[in-house]
């Protein structure tokens, strides 16, 4: 599995905090009043989420401190974590952590509560332009454009008999003008253009049951294709999709994002071939850390890559025993 530089960084400082708190009950008398708040756009439904919130809730179980994770009632309910987000400012928790799926509806609410001194780190999603364009602390999460431009660089290595030519692939686009599924695209056919591949963009939306239905009208109309690549989890729509029409595995290369279990299943019957692991874990764990050490030790705060390893059948039963207990 690939690890980045910053991740060996703050396991060293995480060491480090760990050491000064068992020798200073002073110190950990004070973490324990930091309450830290964090808002996502992820559905009370979604299991990926309950990846990033055991992390949040472990670490801050680590560190002594207290927190909430709101999460919407319905997928992608942007209005709901900005409205949130606002009634949050007024209670002033100790730090707030919290995705920017848009490119401008948190601009505001992130610089109000920095200019009342309240801590925002950004989890999962960031900015597009990063600190450029938002005042968020730092991001904690993964360089999605690199992950798409990786997506697509890996999957062409799952041809038995080499990529065939002309590539013919169909990018699923679970939430088009969200951040993260622009970001991703856009590696994805940067990739692409470089190789010479045809391809198109299909917006599958974020529900299963409709992903399946629109991969089987585009598939039906176009039998020419030969990779399809998510951006999101719409990867086990498309098994479903090629599945309900007598496709064999791997007559298609499906790849997507993360781990969830109908990906693994997809992994283990060979209609899908890979996956991207952005370690959820992580980003619900380090950005309590980093509060913390902020709070207690006025440290700064610094940005850390969660991850671009690829998942595939090599993989799948040791990622699933730790899915299975939320940490992958």
């Not at 686009?173 to 970001?183: N, Y």
């Not at 010479?196 to 409709?210: F, Q, V």
């Not at 991207?276 to 709070?295: E, F, I």
Request: glycine share 10%.
């Amino acid at each position: 599995m690939m690890r980045s530089k910053a991740l060996v960084v703050w396991t060293l400082i995480a060491a480090l905090a760990l050491l000064m708190v068992a020798g200073s009950p002073t110190l950990a008398k004070t973490a324990s009043k930091y309450n830290f708040v964090f808002l996502c756009h992820g559905g009370e439904e979604n299991i990926f989420w309950a990846t990033v919130y055991k992390g949040f809730k472990d670490a801050l179980e680590k560190y002594g401190c207290t927190g909430i994770m709101y999460r919407p009632p319905k997928e992608g309910d942007l209005e709901f974590q900005l409205s949130t987000f606002k009634a949050v400012l007024a209670q002033e928790p100790d730090g707030i952590i919290t995705p920017i799926p848009h490119p401008t509806m948190f601009d505001d609410v992130v610089k109000q509560a920095i200019n009342k001194g309240i801590p925002v780190i950004v989890s999962n999603t960031d900015d597009p332009e990063g600190a450029k364009g938002n005042a968020r602390l730092s991001y904690i999460g993964q360089r999605l454009e690199d992950a798409g431009y990786n997506l697509a660089r890996s999957a062409i290595k799952y041809f038995p008999s080499g990529p065939p030519k002309p590539l013919n692939v169909l990018i699923g686009i679970e939430g088009p003008g969200l951040v993260w599924a622009e970001l991703r695209s856009k590696g994805i056919t940067k990739f692409l253009d470089e190789y010479g591949a045809k391809y198109e963009r299909l917006d599958i939306s974020m529900d299963r049951s409709t992903q399946h239905s629109r991969f089987m009208g585009y598939l039906k109309k176009h039998p020419e294709v030969n990779m399809i690549l998510t951006v999101g989890t719409g990867s086990a729509g498309a098994r479903l999709a090629v599945e309900s029409l007598g496709y064999k595995p791997g007559r298609v290369v499906i790849g997507g994002f993360d781990l969830i279990p109908e990906i693994l299943d997809g992994i283990e019957a060979g209609y899908i071939h890979l996956t991207v692991d952005q370690q959820p874990y992580l980003q619900g764990y380090l950005p309590v850390m980093q509060l913390y050490l902020m709070k207690t030790y006025g440290l700064s705060a610094w940005d850390v890559d969660t991850g671009l390893a690829i998942v595939d059948k090599d993989d799948v039963k040791t990622v699933r025993e730790l899915s299975e207990k939320r940490i992958r």
